[in-house]
């Protein structure tokens, strides 16, 4: 089978592909390629001149693995593989089917002859024993669905026709979303693959892991927010909203399933950030989702809207990018986004278009210009003649993107 390398997580695994006492641990909402990440590690190191004998690969959701279900059938099914001498290559895909997995792990890479690599599709992953417990001793690499240049790289990649108007891309990716499946289908079959992705989610990462009494009004509250991402809001408003649609809600209740949500990577909070206290604002934020695709997934009508859609994109490829994000006030003015990067920041502003008037470009620009420090400062549009004004950088967001820039 042939496997798209995703260069730009790639690099920065690459040098602890041989480390024995770091743990590797790839996460990233379901379906957004890590098995094949992972895969394409094992090549690689196979590739490097690694004996076959010394790569351990566990699908723990294929067939043949499934019935791994307790930790010392893991540890049982990892010391029958491991009889190569030298360096072993472990690898373990989906890890948290397994109960109690962090002890075995921990015991493997004490033995200092195991370079582990596992993967999970929620946040559970990183909590309990593997966080108390090896502090320190893993890393977390973070995969999200395919960024506008994977997008267009995977599609060329797979002989699919790329059109030369970058722009009519663009807006393709937008609808389509970015998990690397959905290029293999069209039309609604995309659709049916989202929407059970969906369910997938719900049923492994969820059910599992928590009891969800009102089924109906857990989706509610998801489709709710999948249906407002992009938009400002607080429990209240949220709890308000939800009333006048006849499904009333408990506070802690909604909490909880917020909580359930970020930690299924459907969806990230963006808090907001006073730019004048230098302090982070309680109550309100956004969400963004994991990938458009699920926006589309759950509503017939296919219409972008263009302001929460750009926004969301570019909050993803900031987070791709390591990137902290959070939502800039500057007085009652407000910038899209700040990104923090060791210690360096950089302001965005995301519009769809500022060529409509003079007004709009007033407005678009005004919240950047408030700022009075010297970090740079950014304007993104979608196929805008590019501007020059006081110092701004201006971009149009298909170019940027494909051209993989940084902030």
Do not use: W
């Not at 351990?56 to 059938?73: E, M, P, S, V």
């Not at 966080?131 to 973070?142: C, S």
């Not at 030369?164 to 959905?182: K, M, N, Q, W």
Request: with cysteine; hydrophobic share 35%; glycine share 6%.
């Amino acid at each position: 089978m042939k496997l798209y390398k995703r260069e730009n997580y790639l690099k920065k695994i690459r040098g602890f592909y041989h480390d024995t006492d770091m743990i590797k641990v790839i996460t990233g909402v379901r379906r957004c390629g890590k098995s094949c990440l992972m895969q394409t590690i094992a090549d690689e190191i196979l590739a490097s001149g690694v004996k076959s004998e010394n790569i351990i690969y566990l699908n723990l959701d294929k067939r043949g693995y499934r019935n791994i279900k307790t930790a010392d059938q893991l540890d049982a099914k990892i010391e029958e593989m491991s009889g190569a001498a030298g360096i072993k290559y472990l690898f373990i895909d989906e890890i948290q089917n397994v109960r109690n997995f962090e002890e075995i792990i921990n015991g493997f890479r004490e033995e200092e002859e195991f370079s582990i690599f596992i993967t999970g599709s929620n946040s559970y992953l990183l909590s309990g024993e593997l966080a108390t417990k090896l502090t320190g001793r893993y890393l977390e690499f973070e995969l999200y669905t395919l960024s506008f240049e994977e997008y267009l790289g995977m599609k060329k990649f797979f002989g699919k026709d790329v059109s030369a108007d970058l722009t009519a891309e663009f807006d393709a990716y937008i609808s389509e979303g970015g998990f690397p499946r959905t290029i293999q289908y069209s039309g609604e079959d995309k659709d049916v693959y989202l929407k059970e992705i969906i369910k997938e989610i719900f049923q492994k990462d969820i059910k599992r892991r928590v009891k969800v009494r009102k089924i109906s009004v857990f989706e509610t509250v998801q489709r709710y927010i999948i249906n407002n991402f992009g938009a400002t809001v607080s429990l209240t408003n949220i709890l308000n909203d939800l009333a006048k649609n006849g499904c009333p809600v408990r506070r802690e209740t909604l909490k909880r399933y917020l909580t359930i949500l970020e930690d299924a990577k459907i969806i990230y909070p963006c808090y907001r950030f006073d730019l004048k206290s230098r302090k982070s604002i309680s109550g309100e934020q956004k969400y963004y989702l994991a990938d458009l695709g699920f926006y589309f997934a759950v509503n017939a009508n296919k219409h972008i809207n263009y302001g929460p859609a750009l926004e969301n994109i570019v909050y993803i490829y900031a987070k791709s990018k390591g990137y902290e994000v959070s939502v800039g006030r500057i007085g009652k003015l407000e910038c899209d986004f700040i990104l923090e990067r060791n210690h360096d920041y950089s302001y965005v502003q995301v519009s769809m278009t500022i060529m409509n008037d003079i007004k709009t470009e007033d407005r678009e620009y005004r919240p950047l210009e408030e700022i009075k420090d010297n970090y740079p400062k950014y304007l993104l549009t979608r196929n805008d003649l590019i501007q020059r004004r006081n110092g701004i950088k201006h971009f149009n967001i298909p170019l940027f993107m494909k051209e993989n820039m940084m902030f």
